[in-house]
């Protein structure tokens, strides 16, 4: 399975951007999905998470209320929709899939994902 993320850039605090998470592989039905990032100098950590069955998410603290992880089947495409981005959102954002989770699991540790993207720069200027 590979994966393609997209979809980083440049903006301005307060601003959106909707990342992208392309699969070669089967759809996203058959996989658990999450979103890491990592920032200079730091670790890489949890972001998001979708279940297999599409039906559950989890979010850290730090980006619940702004950001939304959610799929297309269909496109085989897995996304993060960033709103109110601020400064300390800047960091390399990284797609993931594990294909052993049960439908309703939520993985948040990066390693419980077997797959990843190449990562995507998101800056956010202040």
């Known amino acids: 399975v590979q994966l393609q993320a997209s979809g980083g850039g440049l903006v301005e605090a307060g601003g959106s951007l909707r990342l992208s998470c392309a699969t070669s592989g089967r759809a996203w039905n058959n996989y658990a999905a999450g979103w890491f990032r990592q920032a200079p100098g730091k670790e890489r950590e949890f972001v998001a998470a979708?279940?297999?069955?599409?039906?559950?998410?989890t979010y850290a603290d730090s980006v619940k209320g702004r950001f939304t992880i959610s799929r297309d089947i269909t496109k085989r495409a897995m996304y993060l929709q960033m709103n109110s981005l601020k400064f300390e959102d800047t960091a390399v954002y990284y797609c993931?899939?594990?294909?052993?989770?049960?439908?309703?699991?939520?993985?948040?540790?990066?390693?419980?994902?077997?797959?990843w993207g190449q990562g995507t720069q998101v800056t956010v200027s202040s």
């Open positions: 993931a899939a594990n294909d052993r989770a049960r439908g309703m699991e939520m993985k948040t540790s990066a390693n419980e994902y077997r797959y």
């Open positions: 979708l279940s297999r069955s599409g039906g559950f998410t």
